[in-house]
């Protein structure tokens, strides 16, 4: 039987529970109907707690916002190697899939993804085994 190390497990765990949370909010309020009706067009005409909540994610799918951000999130964590930025992708991505972000979602999300299931030590055990020395993030220069 395979050892999954902690960081997979907390991405499955983390990710089952926003996904339960999304479809909550998707099928639960927003196409159930539990916001008003009547809420106004804009922040300035003064929204209750309710319309500011619709209104906040009326803006998000907007222009596919939310899939954007994912998208955004998961190209700068791919080309920086930044792990906060790939949780902050696949989060984006996994919402967006699911509220109607499709197209950058699914992209930031995968982005995402490659740099989370990547992990330190799978790294340095084939550098190991090939003969080469760990790279420890400091270099030693050479003289002569």
């Known amino acids: 039987m395979r050892q999954y190390d902690g960081s997979r497990i907390s991405l499955v765990v983390a990710s089952v529970v926003l996904l339960a949370a999304v479809f909550g909010l998707r099928y639960g309020l927003l196409e159930a109907g539990a916001f008003p009706l009547d809420c106004g067009e804009s922040l300035a005409e003064g929204l209750g707690p309710w319309c500011a909540t619709k209104w906040l994610l009326v803006q998000s799918f907007l222009d596919q916002r939310l899939g954007w951000l994912s998208f955004a999130c998961g190209v700068a964590a791919f080309v920086l190697r930044y792990r906060p930025l790939a949780w902050g992708g696949w989060f984006g991505g996994l919402a967006g899939l699911v509220l109607y972000s499709f197209d950058p979602s699914a992209v930031g999300?995968?982005?995402?993804?490659?740099v989370l299931a990547r992990s330190g030590p799978q790294r340095r055990r084939g550098e190991e085994e090939a003969g080469?020395?760990?790279?420890?993030?400091?270099r030693v220069q050479r003289l002569g």
Do not use: T
């Not at 080469?132 to 400091?138: A, H, N, Q, Y």
């Open 109 to 114: 999300a995968l982005l995402s993804l490659l």
């Open 132 to 138: 080469e020395e760990p790279d420890r993030g400091l």
